[in-house]
T-cell receptor, first 117, second 113 residues
């Protein structure tokens, strides 16, 4: 299957700081990447759809000014959590859709565990 | 709205077979996915169904009935390492093919010796 990496895997930061998470598709080009968030013992919730070369599409209730997404190339999308607060502590996971169009599956990165003190 | 239901927890015996059901009600449909997730890790892809019928892949099979809004994941010859959460997810297809997935809450499968 396709490989998606995320960096960092774990980050601890102070309240008020910003944190950038990178998501890369290693062996395929991903026009579209997705960012999810998962709180403990809950399911994954889609935050936003990241499109290469255009603005991200955010799900209802997700603040676009707080969660900045940049999809600068076909293999890299970044999520920046700005002015992080303890309630932003969560498991952030990206996925990339394969390059076979709408019938292709989504492959998940290993996730980034964010802890805001 | 989107609604995906699956049992919260199931228990099965090593070597046996288990079926995990998933029902969904979504505004559109462009595929149903099953993922396995171990605690603290990201989901790993198991199967994808977009047409009705059974897809078999080794010890894992997945079935879809679009008219009934129903899918199941079948795991055979269960091993202890199969203890994990199994997530049912639907792509609703309203975004021109590039759609995020809507996940069920996951079924926590416990395998006993």
């Amino acid at each position: 299957g396709a490989v998606v990496s995320q960096h960092p895997s774990r980050v601890i930061c102070k309240s008020g700081t910003s944190v950038k998470i990178e998501c890369r598709s290693l062996d395929f080009q991903a026009t579209t990447m997705f960012w999810y968030r998962q709180f403990p013992k809950q399911s994954l919730m889609l935050m936003a759809t990241s499109n290469e070369g255009s603005k991200a599409t955010y799900e209802q209730g997700v603040e676009k000014d707080k969660f900045l997404i940049n999809h600068a190339s076909l293999t890299l999308s970044t999520l920046t959590v700005t002015s992080a607060h303890p309630e932003d502590s969560s498991f952030y996971i990206c996925s990339a859709q394969g390059d076979r169009g709408s019938t292709d599956t989504q492959y998940f990165g290993p996730g980034t565990r964010l802890t805001v003190l | 709205g989107q609604n995906i239901d699956q049992p919260t927890e199931m228990t099965a015996t090593e070597g046996a077979i288990v079926q995990i059901n998933c029902t969904y009600q979504t505004s559109g449909f462009n595929g149903l996915f099953w993922y396995q997730q171990h605690a603290g890790e990201a989901p790993t892809f198991l199967s994808y169904n977009v047409l009705d019928g059974l897809e078999e892949k080794g010890r894992f099979s997945s079935f879809l009935s679009r008219s009934k809004g129903y899918s199941y994941l079948l795991l055979k010859e269960l091993q202890m390492k199969d203890s994990a959460s199994y997530l049912c997810a639907v792509r609703d297809g309203s975004g021109g093919g590039a759609d995020g997935l809507t996940f069920g809450k996951g079924t926590h499968l416990i395998i006993q010796p």
